[in-house]
């Protein structure tokens, strides 16, 4: 049983001697169990950020995460972010954010590692094979909700400071830590939290390292744009209780008809957003992003069969990167206040909210968007003369990112993969939304890398959440078992 | 505290003597705590037989109501009506029919009394106002899922033949009852049974009452029609599990858009069914039925007010009426396997499954609204072009039912209606679906009269379902406090 401590020790101990590193090899190997045990218990805690009602598990999650920091002696901090509003104007005290710091001297790099330890939501009758939240070895993956995302991650780079610490090493690098509670919803709050410490725990910070995100394939890679996203409520209330379908349908004006007849004209079968305004603001394709992603390892085929499709919206390498990358698409997630459950209610719902998404790229700008939806989904809705009442909110408005390839902070990451997997690295984007790397960019001005520990397989926010003790079976691997030794050799390159 | 005892009352006892009267109104009176706690502890029982995980409260209702009319001394059976087939061919048990006989006098009339115990579903969180499993008395109203419809009007009629036996008056007439577990579902098995039974339990039947049905408004009413309806599932199934719509969304063709576009075909927003051949198998409006519906009493503000909108889907009550009992409509419930929980899940839904039900009327036909449903999804589905999979499935199919309101036993039902209330009552029929009327049409050619118990604002199928101990608060009625003398004067009428 491999956990993946080892690429944060990559990168903590990039300057550290040689002699160091069997001695960092054993005592890792010697503890995987631990650091199962640790990311069994982490995962136990149903840290939904999206769902109020586990609000309580969240802040048990960043208590538990601040204890653990604690004991290693870190400098940690509770920072109290303040609450958020709910509908109807209730007031939900936000998880605090999770710092620490370990070393102070000015002589070193400061390396700030950001994680996160809240979940998507999952439930067993989602259509898991195994209990999400007790962590579960099949096949040397570690299946559990947040596992890959991004509680294993956080983990491993704590653990890459406790071997130090538990070897009496010196740290080559202050290492400072910010783990937040609200990643899958926004980051409401992280941002003031930044902009405050702006000139104080971020002032020495030199670089920030994200590990939320996966690989593209086998192929080893560097993460250095993500998507932003908008996530919307639409919701149409008409009559003032659920009726019976058989007494009342005929002559009530049902507000499930005219939701799915607004949502319908979201996104044409073929992918196109009809919601004016929204194309026109994408950044086009250059020639020399169509010729870098002709460049990068994508096999369509196993694409399709990993997530079970015979056919994709796209048929070719360049428009489905470009699709999965830069370019926004709408989803919708579900309805709330519909009947859901199994069975065969004959129910006219009277409240019902639709829940999409449209994800975000250079140039968008999501207040404008927020507009532009709004904007139409009522003039489709007035279209219909419906006495029911539609309400359109925007309850997540992040913003996409992009950093520089070319900057030498993604260089030093080319050469170190390259000497670990003796091939360079796919320069990649992700589709998901990290807001976190926008937020430091606006915010801190400081250098960022994206370095994914997650395995492309993983399933984030999908059932079956896994961490994978193998990202690749083809090529040499951090974290396959019989290849412990090789990536040690990546210490002796400094990507700072 | 007054349970709707009486009219079962008025009719069992429709042709006993004057002195008795007294007596029954006093043993009535002195035992309503029994009957509301009699109704406390039925619906205590979460007995939703659409659910399948609620089958064990479903098979302990049948035996708890089998138990009480064995305590009556009754001839009671339970009645096997084998299995249902669930989606993966798995069987599942299917709740016993409870028969009981008290009386076999060759000399009396027989009547047989339909109910049913099963419910619709009902959470807290679905906007109740209390528990609806814990029967709670707010101003006279009894508030509990399956209060209204259909446990406390068939404890109505238990409680009627109890009065009698406590008393040791002799039953006027024959009693049977046929209390079943699968209503709420389509009557499941209760077909077969009948059938089965039609030269035994049913051969010495001469009417059969149905009181699963209220009435329209303060004005009494009969009932002599009701709506079919066809449930249907249309499930789109695309990637083998749920995905992040971060990391997908762009490249996969979603199953939810897919399903929101062909639901979007069903029904346009003036209530104009779309599936082809629906409407045209529907009997036209007679003359002599528009100047029915022109005399019923139906106030269109109040009718507005109690359900909440500003707007109904026609302004006049000839429409109204017509659109609520004789002709179809489609309603969309629901869907099941997308994110439809408190939060904003980012995930795209793998297999989405809508419920959504046609009501039927004369002279549509089940088999064949299975088959133009089925082929206009597909046909619709096609155009897309979609790799995903859909599947059509028709759950519940019953037919609508008929009976003429100048049949012997309506007029004597309509003379009455006249005694008690001072008024004729309306001929009404029900939007909702009742497929034992029809059934038992069917199979026994019996006579049939439907003598709605429930009051106008009920709410069956929605929150906050009551029964209540007012059926009109203008009227005289059968369950005001205050009136409690008047209704007895019913039983010089025989109806039979």
């Known amino acids: 049983m491999k956990l993946p401590v080892l690429p944060s020790i990559l990168l903590v101990i990039s300057t550290a001697h040689a002699f ?4 960092l090899v054993q005592y890792v190997d010697s503890h995987q169990e631990e650091y199962v045990e640790a990311l069994r218990e982490w995962v136990a805690i149903e840290s939904d950020s999206s769902n109020v009602l586990k609000r309580p598990d969240l802040h048990r999650m960043m208590e538990t995460t601040a204890q653990k920091l604690r004991q290693m002696g870190g400098t940690v901090e509770l920072v109290d972010i303040g609450e958020q509003e709910l509908p109807g104007g209730i007031m939900l005290t936000l998880p605090k954010v999770v710092t620490a710091r370990f070393g102070n001297d000015p002589s070193k790099h400061t390396v700030c590692v950001y994680g996160h ?31 890959s995302d991004n509680k294993a991650p956080v983990l491993a780079w704590i653990h890459a400071v406790e071997a130090y610490q538990a070897l009496n090493m010196e740290l080559p690098v202050n290492v400072k830590f910010v783990i937040e509670g609200m990643e899958e919803t926004g980051s409401n709050g992280l941002d003031t939290m930044i902009m405050t410490q702006k000139d104080t725990f971020f002032s020495d910070v030199d670089y920030i390292i994200i590990s939320d995100c996966g690989w593209l394939s086998r192929q080893p890679a560097l993460t250095y744009g993500t998507r932003g996203n908008c996530y919307f409520l639409a919701e ?7 009726l019976h379908s058989g007494a009342y349908g005929g002559t009530v004006i049902e507000p499930m008809t005219d939701l799915i007849g607004i949502l319908d004209t979201l996104i044409s079968p073929n992918g196109k957003i009809l919601i004016p305004g929204i194309r026109e603001a994408v950044a086009p394709l250059s020639d020399e992003e169509w010729k870098m992603y002709q460049d990068i390892q994508f096999d ?16 070719n390498k360049v428009d489905l990167l470009a699709h999965m990358w830069r370019y926004p698409t709408v989803s919708i997630h579900g309805i709330e206040g519909a ?7 004959t129910v006219i719902p009277s409240k019902v909210t639709a829940k999409f998404s449209i994800r975000q790229v250079p140039n968008m700008d999501p207040a404008m968007v927020k507009r532009q939806v709004s904007d139409y989904l009522h003039s489709v809705f007035a279209k219909r003369k419906s006495p029911n009442k539609l309400k359109v909110t925007m309850v ?4 996409p990112w992009l950093a520089d390839p070319q900057h030498p902070l993604y260089e030093a990451g080319k050469t170190a993969v390259k000497r670990v997997f003796g091939m360079d690295p796919d320069l990649i984007r992700e589709g998901a939304t990290i807001p976190i790397a926008r937020m430091f960019q606006d915010v801190t001005g400081k250098g960022i890398i994206m370095l994914p520990i997650g395995a492309f397989d993983d399933g984030p926010h999908s059932q079956n959440e896994k961490m994978s003790q193998f990202v690749s079976t083809t090529h040499l691997s951090l974290f396959h078992k019989d290849f412990q030794i090789k990536p040690y050799k990546l210490m002796n390159v400094p990507i700072y």
């Open 20 to 23: 160091q590193y069997s001695e």
């Open 396 to 399: 997540i408005g992040a913003k």
């Open 117 to 147: 330890v809240d979940i998507q939501p999952a439930k067993l009758e989602d259509g898991w094979a195994t209990d999400p939240y007790n962590l579960t070895d099949i096949n040397g993956n570690l299946y559990g909700r947040g596992a």
């Open 300 to 315: 369509i085929d196993n694409y399709k069969k990993k997530i079970g499709v015979s056919q994709l919206m796209y048929s």
């Open 339 to 345: 009947f859901s459950d199994p069975g065969t209610k």
């Open 236 to 242: 149409v209330e008409g009559p003032k209780q659920d």
